[in-house]
């Protein structure tokens, strides 16, 4: 019986262990809530503190003005340190060369130097990925980048490494910009559209967002895409407008 119990105990703690790595937050916007994490209460964000608001676009995803005079952005605080940890975004933006320090997402306020702070940002034309030196880990061209495409912009803590991803929708897999000894801090704030010194923001659709205290395959999140629907084009919508208002006035012949 104490041989059962044991191995009961043994099952039971390694599931408690597997539980604690997981999936902690996603903001899928095409619910048309802007703020709840469908994983659960915890985590759900807030509009900053700016005088602008975060808006929902017709297809699903967030809309982010990007006017550092007005600013709007969301946040929430997160569970702190993580020894590895997945953040996972869809961006898509009519512009990707939008100044200096654009930020895209921040795990912390207080700039630069910050303890554990990181943010993704566009900086004069480089996505780049930024530690609490000040310094950029990562820092790649955006030159080659479509306005009219989705991407996955996706980065990793893997132990002493982080890795780097960017890759448009559609791709199939994961497009890797490279992987480092480094250590860019921890999952202290998820703050989407803003960098952490609050005074750089970036104009942008926003979706699908996933974060995880553990390290996930880049290829599953490039799979599932933007998670956004189609919006008709005006003239579309105008066309389906004009074939039912015929088709009303043929039933009263």
């Not at 590895?84 to 990707?96: A, C, E, I, P, R």
């Not at 702070?117 to 950029?136: H, L, M, P």
């Amino acid at each position: 019986m104490c041989k059962t119990l044991f191995t009961h105990l043994s099952v039971l703690a390694c599931m408690a262990t597997t539980s604690q790595a997981a999936l902690i937050a996603h903001y899928d916007f095409s619910d048309g809530d802007l703020l709840d994490n469908e994983v659960g209460g915890s985590y759900t964000l807030a509009q900053g503190s700016g005088t602008d608001l975060v808006s929902l676009n017709g297809d699903g995803s967030a809309s982010f003005s990007g006017d550092d005079n007005n600013p709007a952005w969301l946040e929430t605080v997160g569970p702190g340190g993580a020894a590895n940890f997945t953040v996972s975004l869809w961006v898509k933006t009519d512009s990707w060369n939008q100044g200096s320090f654009q930020g895209l997402f921040a795990n912390n306020t207080g700039g630069a130097g910050t303890l554990y702070s990181w943010q993704i940002d566009s900086n004069g034309g480089d996505i780049r990925v930024a530690t609490q030196e000040g310094g950029a880990i990562f820092s790649t061209s955006s030159a080659g980048l479509n306005s009219s495409s989705w991407y996955n912009i996706t980065l990793i803590k893997n132990g002493a490494d982080t890795e780097f991803y960017l890759t448009e929708e559609g791709a199939g897999s994961a497009n890797h910009i490279g992987t480092v000894v480094a250590n860019p801090g921890g999952l202290q704030s998820f703050r989407l559209g803003i960098n952490r010194n609050d005074d750089k923001l970036f104009t942008m659709d926003m979706a699908n967002v996933k974060i995880f205290n553990s390290v996930e395959n880049v290829d599953n999140l490039v799979l599932e895409g933007a998670m956004v629907s189609s919006v008709p084009e005006p003239t579309s919508t105008a066309l389906v407008g004009l074939a039912g208002l015929g088709f009303i006035l043929r039933r009263r012949r």
